[in-house]
Nanobody
Framework: QVQLVESGGGLVQAGGSLRLSCAVS????????MGWYRQAPGKQRELVAS??????KYADSVKGRFTISRDNAKNTMYLQMNSLKPEDTAVYYC?????????????WGQGTLVTVSS
């Protein structure tokens, strides 16, 4: 059973930075494409950054401000977020791309809340 544990969120002023971490257990982490997703209040969850073994991809809304990385030896993924904006406020989740699922039930961690004040 895959387990996902996100951490590093918090309250930050606009223009500030945060670094999120994601610890993964129960799967062969290094073989999977991974991503950071976020869900803002009243909105659907969206994929904001993804990483394969060598490639990275970003949503237009975070391109140039966020950097995704991974440490396969530690089964851990990171999201460095700079120049944060109030519209980045959301609960951030990590998962595989596509997401892990048991049957039709998607597997998610508890997420980590990022709040950006103006």
């Amino acid at each position: 059973q895959v387990q996902l544990v996100e951490s590093g969120g918090g309250l930050v002023q606009a223009g500030g930075s945060l670094r999120l971490s994601c610890a993964v257990s129960g799967s062969i982490f290094r073989f999977n494409s991974m991503g950071w997703y976020r869900q803002a209040p009243g909105k659907q969850r969206e994929l904001v950054a993804s990483i394969t073994t060598i490639f990275t991809k970003y949503a237009d809304s975070v391109k140039g401000r966020f950097t995704i990385s991974r440490d396969n030896a530690k089964n851990t993924m990171y999201l460095q977020m700079n120049s944060l904006k109030p519209e980045d406020t959301a609960v951030y989740y990590c998962n595989r791309v596509p997401v892990w699922a048991t049957g039709s039930l998607e597997v998610w961690g508890q997420g980590t809340l990022v709040t950006v004040s103006s």
